[in-house]
């Protein structure tokens, strides 16, 4: 796996474990669930947590995705960033002093590959995954290991703890190395609710 893809990966894997939704006891209850969902709205807070901070680098947004393939996940504090598809297009930009600049290149290229994991993961096909090994335990969890020794060196592995409403999830931990890891937790779920176009169009 390239540089540009593990770079992409890492910065995706959070959008990536969100979209994970479902909750059941089998990997083919999980899929069923999952085909239930058509669209997602959803408010994030972001923890990163590293031996070295005091305290963890928080971040908050946004989030929306629609069926079969727009989705927005907007970064609004402290650092602003964007991310949209529509229509197969994809677009990443970013907030600087001199305002906001579109990011091209390698980067966008290899979130291709990215969308080849969203697409499994929101038909609940985690156990598919030909990047991640999946485990569901007993108790409402998901556990996915990379099956590639240089990806295991970025992420050792990722935690989807799912709420009991089928189609929502309550939290998301991505564990990268001894003490380090990021903690996403959700809140303001709305699911199969109406989004404009708009949302998916808009950009800075």
């Known amino acids: 796996m390239s540089k540009p893809i593990h770079k992409v990966c890492l910065w995706a894997l959070p959008l990536l474990s969100f979209l994970c939704i479902g909750w059941a006891e089998s990997w083919e209850a999980l899929r069923a669930a999952a085909g239930e969902v058509t669209a997602v709205q959803a408010d994030f807070v972001q923890e990163k947590h590293l031996p070295i901070l005091a305290r963890p ?41 001199a305002g906001w600049s579109e990011e091209k290149g390698g980067g966008i290229d290899a979130m291709q590959f990215v969308m080849q994991e969203i697409s499994q ?13 999946a485990q569901l335990s007993p108790d409402g969890r998901i556990v996915l290991t990379p099956r590639e020794a240089s990806m295991q060196k970025i992420i050792e592995r990722i935690v989807l703890n799912l709420a009991e409403q089928p189609g929502a999830i309550e939290s998301v931990l991505i564990y990268e190395g001894k003490d380090a890891y990021t903690r996403m937790t959700f809140r303001n779920m709305r699911l199969n609710q109406p989004i404009d176009s708009a949302v998916f169009q808009k950009v800075p």
């Open 57 to 97: 680098l928080r971040s908050e947004g946004v989030f929306y995705y629609q069926s079969p393939q727009s989705l927005r996940w907007e970064y609004r504090t402290p650092l602003r960033s964007l991310m949209v598809m529509h229509d197969g297009r994809l677009r990443r930009f970013v907030s600087g002093p």
């Open 121 to 133: 993961w929101l038909s609940g096909h985690f156990d598919e995954s030909k990047v991640f090994q």
